[in-house]
């Protein structure tokens, strides 16, 4: 059994990735941190995990090195490199669920986040999206996983910009829960100022929008323009993408390329014709759906679906553990979402 710590488990993420091993067959979780909890039962906070997981919670800030095979460091950007310089052995495998292993370019980072807290491992980090760099992933004992937004935008493009189909500017539209900000208390985060609305924010400012633009613009000339806006929904991220082919398709043949990229991923479901995503059909589960329309003129729709929990953040971290330990990647993640 591999040994597996969770650094900051009271967080959403670090709930849900708890709430996910419990049914994996090769790890055991040895660790789990909180500063504000420290010497509490995780348990007695989420009663949900009562009778899967009983183990006292200890300091984040205490040294933690060399006592588990595997982390996931489920702290805020910031702090989560400045751990993961202490826990860094070249041995353990490191995911960090926030956002500063995700630039290979640390100047990239810089400019959007803080200065960076560990910039000598930067060249050791790998990005953690497994239908693009699933080879690198194998190899890599420090892995930056990707954001949620860009999970869904990222995996609803690559197969239009890997065959270069696409070019110019695509407008990428995305809503989310609100579990996509975190636990921690937040004015905007309100029941009162979330429920009943449905507003964008931080238009021309997310931090999402250098992540989606650096992958993509790996593949094609692309600009990328990114809103998010906030549904009063407490999981799920549906992206709508709106684009211009370089040589009309029809829906069909497009379809059949998306099909044929992902034939043989487990997590990416590539929708039949007239079919288009719905955050309903991926709570709780590792799929992305993905569904289009195309244009006479040349016009293209693309959309996606996730849970920001799992395929955005706790599922993909699992995902990319089992690939770095040598386990079945879809070790205790091939369940469907729950639906109604
Ligand atoms: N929520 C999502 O959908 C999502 C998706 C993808 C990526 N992410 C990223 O994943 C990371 C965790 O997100 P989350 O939603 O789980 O956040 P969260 O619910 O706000 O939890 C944050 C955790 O970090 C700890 N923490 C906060 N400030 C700290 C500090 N200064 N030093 C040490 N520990 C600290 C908290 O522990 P205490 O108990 O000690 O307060 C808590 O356990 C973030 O970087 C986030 O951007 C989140």
């Known amino acids: 059994m591999w040994k597996v710590g969770i650094l900051g488990a009271t967080g959403y993420t670090g709930v849900v990735l708890l709430s996910i091993l419990a049914y994996h067959p090769h790890v055991n979780v040895t660790l789990v941190t909180s500063n504000t909890y420290r010497g509490k039962k995780l348990s007695d906070l ?52 926030s956002a500063d292993f995700r630039f290979e370019d640390l100047s990239d980072y810089e400019k959007h986040y803080v200065k960076h807290g560990a910039p000598e491992l930067q060249q050791e980090a790998v990005y953690g999206l497994p239908e693009l760099y699933r080879e690198q992933i194998k190899k890599a004992k420090l892995i930056g996983n990707p954001g949620c937004y860009p999970t869904s935008a990222i995996l609803a493009l690559y197969p239009l910009v890997k065959n270069r189909l696409a070019e110019g500017d695509v407008f990428v539209d995305s809503k989310s829960g609100v579990s996509g900000a ?11 100022e979330v429920a009943e609305g449905f507003r964008p924010y931080s238009v021309g400012v997310h931090r999402h929008e250098p992540e989606i633009q650096k992958e993509i613009g790996k593949f094609a000339d692309i600009r990328v323009t990114f809103v998010p806006h906030l549904l009063p929904i407490n999981r799920g991220i549906l ?14 043949d497009l379809l059949n390329l998306y099909q044929t990229t992902y034939r043989d991923e487990p997590f990416v479901k590539v929708l039949g014709e007239g079919v288009y995503p719905d955050t309903r059909f991926t709570r709780f589960s590792n799929y992305c759906h993905l569904g289009l329309k195309t244009f006479d003129d040349g016009r293209f729709v693309v959309m996606s679906a996730i849970d920001n929990l799992v395929k955005g953040a706790s599922g993909q971290a699992i995902q990319n553990m089992n690939l770095a330990l040598g386990v079945d990647e879809k070790t205790a993640l091939d369940r469907m979402a729950l639906y109604p």
Do not use: Q, W
């Open 46 to 97: 989420f009663p949900s995990l009562s009778g899967s997981f009983e183990g006292m919670l200890e300091a984040t800030d205490d040294d933690h090195r060399g006592k588990c095979d595997a982390y996931f460091l489920c702290l805020p950007h910031g702090t989560s490199a400045e751990k993961t310089r202490e826990l860094f052995d070249g041995n353990a495998r490191i995911i960090d669920l």
């Open 182 to 192: 975190g636990r921690e208390t937040k004015l905007g985060s309100l029941f009162c």
């Open 239 to 252: 992206t709508t993408i709106y684009g211009k082919l370089v040589t009309p398709s029809t829906t069909k």
